[in-house]
């Protein structure tokens, strides 16, 4: 509780120098990313703040702009979602109905009506019931990261599966005509800086295929996993044509924006209001990338 309290302290003592770094940046789209929403307190409280402060557009609007030249509007913002965790369904679409905010989800596509739990929650349950404390699974899940892509499969095949409660076709439609664009996050979200070419092309067009076969329209939007960008990945996702593509850099975006590489700013549903207001003006991205990274 009280690392919490000093954490708390700094992000209100930094919020005194958010207006200026704001209104500095107003020209430059932010981009949010969130994965799940557990704190619907806290969660409703940063939609009331994002509706009060900034001008949130949807991804039809951000279109425009990239391909057709729209102007964005002072402080702009985009609310983006990775991985489609069921609780964005459960506790996030009902804030966001109530507050009529547009957004969109990421999904991967392999998990899709399925039981199947998130790669990462597989080797969390396993390490975590090898008594490793939660600090030594952080660096066990990176290590997994950072393996080629066929060796983190064999590694992940020897741990028991653990299933969790995933997104139907049904729920899609459901988050769809509630304000979400349902996009691109590859079928199995691998880490595509590790994957062969062959396994790039195929986790990217089957997810474009499945997201097709159930009638989504924006097969052609897409995320990163993890964030890890590489141009060869990028090369090979605009031939299979992608349009548009969303890193997670924690940065705002520079005024001329490359559709190929959008920035965005990470985001929880339970970051506390003074730090959400602090990362959101985009003064916490500018310290993160010069000094703490
Ligand atoms: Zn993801």
Redesign the pocket.
């Known amino acids: 509780m009280k690392g919490l309290n000093k954490r708390n302290l700094i992000y209100k003592s930094l919020n005194a120098f958010t207006a200026p770094f704001k209104s500095y940046n107003a020209g430059r789209l932010r981009v949010l990313a969130y ?1 799940t929403v557990v704190n619907t307190e806290i969660f409703e409280s940063q939609l009331q703040f994002l509706r009060k402060n900034y001008n949130i557009i949807d991804l039809a609007y951000l279109e425009s702009h990239l391909f057709n030249g729209k102007e964005l509007p002072e402080n702009a913002i985009l609310l983006t979602f ?2 489609g965790d069921y609780s964005v369904l459960e506790f996030g679409m009902p804030l966001l109905k109530k507050y009529g905010i547009p957004s969109v989800l ?1 999904i ?1 596509t392999d998990l899709i009506e399925t039981n199947k739990s998130f790669w990462w929650n597989r080797a969390y349950t396993f390490y975590k019931n090898s008594r490793f404390s939660d600090e030594q699974i952080g660096k066990k899940i990176s290590e997994l990261k950072d393996l080629p892509n066929n060796m983190r499969i064999e590694e992940l095949d020897k741990m028991p599966e653990v299933f969790t409660r995933q997104l139907t076709v049904r729920d899609l439609k459901e988050l769809e005509s509630s304000g979400m664009v349902i996009c691109n ?1 590859t079928h199995t ?1 691998p880490i595509l800086n590790k994957c062969s070419k062959g396994d790039v092309k195929l986790e990217v067009s089957r997810a474009m295929d499945m997201l097709e076969s159930w009638g989504f329209q924006h097969n052609q939007i897409f ?1 990163y ?2 964030g890890n960008f590489n141009s060869r990945a990028e090369k090979i996702l605009k031939h299979k044509g992608i349009s548009t593509a969303f890193l ?1 850099d924690h940065k705002i975006n520079v005024e001329n924006i490359n559709p190929m590489r959008i920035s965005r700013i990470r985001v929880d549903s339970d970051t506390e209001i003074d730090e959400f207001q602090v990362k959101v003006s985009g003064l916490h991205p500018f310290l993160f990338n010069k000094f703490l990274k």
Do not use: C, L, T
């Open positions: 994965h990775d991985d990421f991967i996050h979200h995320a996993p993890n997670f």
